[in-house]
């Protein structure tokens, strides 16, 4: 029972980091038809500004955390402005250009950072206790600071103007187009929001993990299976399927070890995309 | 004076030609030089070659798969298991790294074809994903995370390919073979591959029978694969997971992007280059992917017909006069 309820901790506090990346990911592709292979990328940009902040300039974690969103924001704002817009109806065009920003990215990193891993810990240690269930603190300010970021992004795009009009663009730009909303303005916006969440996610997740110029290619695959499994550009199916995914992978871990749980992931995964390609909640397969 | 209306398909376009000249003049390097170098060199180019043009068939209709690691492990596991065996006769090799991947893709294609574009490039790289988890979790065929090592040479008329200058000149042979499959594969096929490619559901409605050409296209491309996948195994004597991960995807992709994808020159003189270009790097190799990535960009974004299309638009605009007829 207390391995049990372990794993199932492991398993939310997964579920809310996946979320993070899902979230960004599904955006991305809901709101401009890209699939974005990069997204890992700026996943270790965020790791490595906040390394950059904490360890070799001393500031606080906080700061670290704020500057790794502002850096990866940053930087997908720009990518989305300068490159990807003028290409936007082309989704092979669109997909070998993030794929070569992601390339170029890992390759800065490790030429700014060699190859090893960093040596960067979470300021929080120790853990919290429940009877004999034992909870790591840094564990659940992730999940907390997850949860936050879930909620906020939930406010942007349900309660303010700019979330409204991101999502009438999902739903159908030329309609949206017609009726105002700036698609000049607006991508490069919804860009950077997902980028910003992929940054945080880094500089969360990396001090307890690990952060080397490798670690983007799992989160790439996880968001994959992720966004897949909820469907493709729908929001509340890829944070469901994000603890799916993170209850899965705790549970098989701790109960068969390997990467079984992955493989049986990703095999319904397959499934799911050659016969219901919208996903767990999708409602209409894009046509790309 | 009707046959002059109706341009007659030549046996062979210029580039194809130049394309079975090239990989035939890989001979060549065994032959005039004994530098080890040069030897390690062009036996990945021409590895990548192989893959690219793997790449490259599917990309003829519009297709961009992830999942050429995926079939090259099919072959190359294929002849690392009949080595256990002690079966390593040459010919036969060849054809089972050809036909196992392609055998497994004439299901699996039935699967994923029904899929396009971004939906097709999700697939096939959850394809690779799942080969790679297959490779660890089963050891007792496998050898999991220890892969196979110490796989026996092939042999070739009864003579063991031990040197690497032996290794070599049967790489080039099993690149020529590849390159003379993708050549007559898309020069039989090229209008319906081309219709596809221009406009799938026109040609569908116009009598095309679509899924037939995509899925001998894949299964095609899944031969190729297993072909690269034999040639790297042979190279190396190892087969191992780490072999056939989605870098070496996103490798051969960048060869046939950056190299060209409207011609079968592009992924041969893509890979070579690249692969070279690669060395000049040294001990520095990782930096080679970001070398790619800025190259992927600038052909996306200036140079969309790659190298061997940008070559091509300059030589027109040198000889204006001539309009060009391939």
């Known amino acids: 029972m207390e391995q049990f309820i372990q794993a199932a901790v492991i398993g939310v506090s997964l579920g809310a980091q996946y979320a993070l990346l899902a979230l960004g990911f599904t955006l991305i592709f809901g709101i401009l038809g890209v699939v974005n292979f990069a997204h890992g ?37 720009l990518f989305e402005l300068f490159l990807l817009d003028r290409l936007i109806d082309d989704h092979l065009a669109t997909l070998m250009l993030t794929l070569g920003l992601y390339l170029l ?115 790439l695959a996880t968001s994959f299976l992720t966004v897949i499994l909820g469907g493709l550009g729908s929001l509340g199916g890829a944070a469901l399927a994000a603890f799916i995914v993170g209850l899965v992978e705790a549970f098989t871990s701790v109960y068969f070890g390997g990467s079984i749980g992955a493989l049986v992931l990703f095999v319904l995964v397959l499934l799911l995309l050659v016969f219901r390609p919208t996903g767990l909640l999708g409602r209409q397969a894009r046509g790309a | ?45 021409l590895i990548g070659v192989i893959g690219a043009q793997s790449v490259w068939i599917m990309l003829r209709m519009n297709l961009l798969s992830f999942a050429t690691p995926a079939f090259m492990a099919l072959g190359g596991y294929t002849v690392a298991i009949a080595g256990e065996y002690n079966i390593t006769d040459g010919f036969l090799m060849t054809a089972a790294a050809f036909l196992v991947p392609a055998l497994v893709a004439v299901p699996l294609g039935a699967l994923v074809l029904r899929l396009r574009g971004t939906y097709f490039v999700l697939v096939t790289f959850v394809l690779s994903q799942i080969m790679q988890l297959l490779l660890f979790e089963t050891p007792r065929l496998t050898g999991g995370s ?107 992709i960048a060869y046939t992007i950056i190299g060209g994808r409207g011609s079968v020159l592009g992924p041969i003189i893509g ?54 007829t391939a």
């Open chain 2, 1 to 45: 004076m009707a046959s002059s209306l109706i341009q007659r398909p030549r046996l062979l376009g210029g580039d194809e030609a130049g394309a079975l000249i090239l990989v035939a003049a890989c001979f060549a390097v065994p032959i005039l030089t004994r530098n080890i170098l040069a030897y390690s060199v062009l036996n990945q180019a």
């Open chain 2, 146 to 252: 220890n892969g196979i090592a110490g796989i026996p040479a092939a042999t070739l008329f009864g003579v063991d390919m031990m040197s690497q200058r032996q290794v070599l000149f049967y790489t080039c042979g099993l690149a020529l073979l590849a390159t003379i499959v993708a050549v007559a594969l898309t020069r039989y096929f090229r209008q319906h591959f081309a219709s596809i490619e221009e406009n799938e559901i026109l040609a569908e409605s116009l009598g095309l029978v679509v899924w037939r050409y995509k899925a001998m296209g894949f299964v095609v491309a899944a031969g190729l694969a297993g072909l690269a996948g034999y040639a790297l195994v042979t190279m190396l004597l190892t087969a191992h997971p780490s072999s056939f991960d989605s870098v070496v995807a996103v490798d051969f």
């Open chain 1, 105 to 219: 990215l890992s390759s800065g990193l490790l030429s700014i950072y060699g190859p090893l891993s960093m040596e960067f810990t979470f300021p929080v240690t120790g853990s919290l206790r429940f009877g004999p269930i034992y909870v790591p603190r840094e564990n659940l300010i992730v999940l907390a600071v997850c949860v936050l970021a879930i909620g906020a992004l939930w406010l942007i795009l349900f309660r303010t103007d700019l979330g409204r009009a991101l999502r009438a663009l999902a739903d159908d730009r030329r309609v949206a187009t017609a009726q105002g909303m700036r698609p000049k303005i607006l991508f490069p916006a919804a860009f950077a929001l997902a980028t910003g969440l992929a940054g945080l996610t880094g500089a969360l997740v990396t001090p307890i993990l690990a952060l080397s110029p490798s670690v983007g290619d799992p989160v």
């Open chain 1, 41 to 77: 990328g700026f996943y270790m940009l965020g790791g490595y500004v906040a390394y950059s902040c904490v360890v070799q300039l001393g500031l606080p974690y906080p700061v670290g955390v704020v500057a790794a969103v502002a850096a990866a924001a940053a930087l997908g704002w």
């Open chain 2, 271 to 324: 890979s070579l280059l690249l692969v070279y270009a690669t060395q000049m790097f040294g001990t520095q190799g990782q930096y080679a992917q970001g070398l790619y990535g800025a190259l992927i960009l600038v052909v996306i974004t200036v140079a969309r017909g790659g190298i061997v299309g940008s070559a091509a638009a300059l030589l027109r605009r040198l000889r204006p006069g001539r309009r060009a």
